[in-house]
Structures are given as C-alpha cells and as structure tokens.
C-alpha cells in the first residue's frame, strides 16, 4: 500500500461530482452539420485535403501539415463537405474551418482499422499510430501526443505515471472511463510504456474514487509493471 503524502497550505474546493459520478458515458446524436477547425493544438495548423463538394467518411482524414508538431484532423460525421472557410473557435481565434453536413449514415472510413497486436508494433509503429490518429493533450495547449512521447535521447524517462487523479470540481469523464473501459485504459498504458521504453508505470488515482481504484487493480493483477496507486 502506497503512502499518502500532503502539504501545507492550498485550499480543496468542494468536489461537486455527485451529479454525474454514477452517471454511465452516453454517445453523443451526430449533428447536422460539423465545423472541423484545422487548427486544433498548438502545433501547426492543417492544410485541408478536401474540397467542397466532395463525400466523406468518419475516420477520414481531411487535414494534414508535414511539420513534426502537428496532427491530423478527421471526419466525425459522413457526408458532403459544404464550405471550407475561416471561423471562430473557442479560445477565440479565427482559423480555417471545414464545414460537413452530414447525410445521417456514419459510414466509417476504410483507412479505421486494427493495426495489429501491441506486441508485434515497434516504437515508431505505435507512435505513427498515435500522430495518424490525431491524438492531442486536452490541456490548455493541446500538445500533439507523440511529440510528448518523443523525449530527447540524453532525457531518458524511467516511469510512467498515468494521471487517474482527476481533481477538478464536477469533472468526472476520467472517473467513467476507468470504471467502465478499464481494459483500454491498461492496453494504453503498456502501449505508451512500449513507445517510451520503460518497464514500470504506476496508475494514480486520487482516493475519491475507490471503485476505480478496486477496478483497476484487479485489471492490472497480472500485468507485470503496471501498479495502482
């Protein structure tokens, strides 16, 4: 059993994730219409490789850079590309947006499929993967996944640790995710311990959260390396 440490000072807001805590994911309808930015991390932003009027499918790409720190973006919907034009996002810049309506269908994109065992990938397959899935930190700086995943040579990591602590108020979307996908949250785990080459990963989730913790190490009972803390 692992011990617990504390500080001095801060303060602990009040948790507020009752609301939602006991709440099972549900998948979200597919609107109408999607607005893609090509910008999405910070990164840089992707050239579109559609053009109105053309079909889509989920999965497709449909925006590229050749820069190192960039990733991807992809259909969510199937469907006909309408406009590709410049709109506001979120944190409030104007970038190049493709605008689908989509037709209803969500036919999946030839190119989504397996890319075989996590014990036959290599460490440039899996972080080729990642980048080609258009994986990004979900952070304030959205950093693109498989640069993280690229440390220097002379920086060497020795542990992985997995952030299960989630501690913000009301947010309770990694506390669901353990509870109900427990097994992709490990394959993910030894995936990212193949691609950093390191044999020891510590799982950290914060102790409101015991059944995740229950579920989780009975997941990882037989997995050597991965430990729940």
Do not use: W
């Not at 309808?29 to 991390?41: K, T």
């Not at 990164?43 to 050749?66: F, N, R, Y």
């Not at 689908?100 to 999946?108: A, P």
């Amino acid at each position: 059993m692992s011990t617990k440490f504390t500080f001095k000072g801060g303060i602990h807001p009040p948790q507020s994730k009752s609301f939602t805590e006991n709440v099972p994911i549900e998948e979200a309808p597919a609107p109408d219409i999607v607005v893609i930015p090509l910008s999405q991390h910070i990164g840089a932003p992707c050239e579109p490789l559609v053009k109105v009027g053309d079909t889509v499918k989920v999965g497709q790409k449909i925006g590229e850079s050749e820069a190192f720190v960039s990733v991807p973006v992809h259909a969510s919907v199937s469907g006909t590309v309408k406009k590709i034009e410049q709109r506001y996002v979120p944190g409030g810049a104007k970038v190049n947006c493709v605008i689908i309506e989509s037709d209803g269908k969500l036919e999946v994109h030839e190119s989504v499929q397996p890319k075989g065992n996590l014990e036959d990938l290599t460490k440039e397959d899996i972080l080729s993967i990642i980048k080609e899935a258009g994986m990004a930190g979900m952070g304030g700086a959205t950093f693109p996944t498989h640069v993280k995943l690229s440390p220097p040579k002379d920086k060497p990591i020795d542990i992985l640790l997995v952030n299960g602590a989630e501690c913000e108020p009301y947010l309770t979307a990694d506390h669901r995710i353990m509870l109900e996908k427990p097994d992709l949250v490990v394959l993910g785990t030894k995936a990212v311990m193949k691609a950093l080459g390191v044999n020891k990963a510590y799982i950290c989730i914060e102790d409101n959260k015991p059944d995740a913790i229950e579920v989780l190490r009975k997941e990882t009972e037989n997995e050597e390396g991965i430990e729940v803390v």
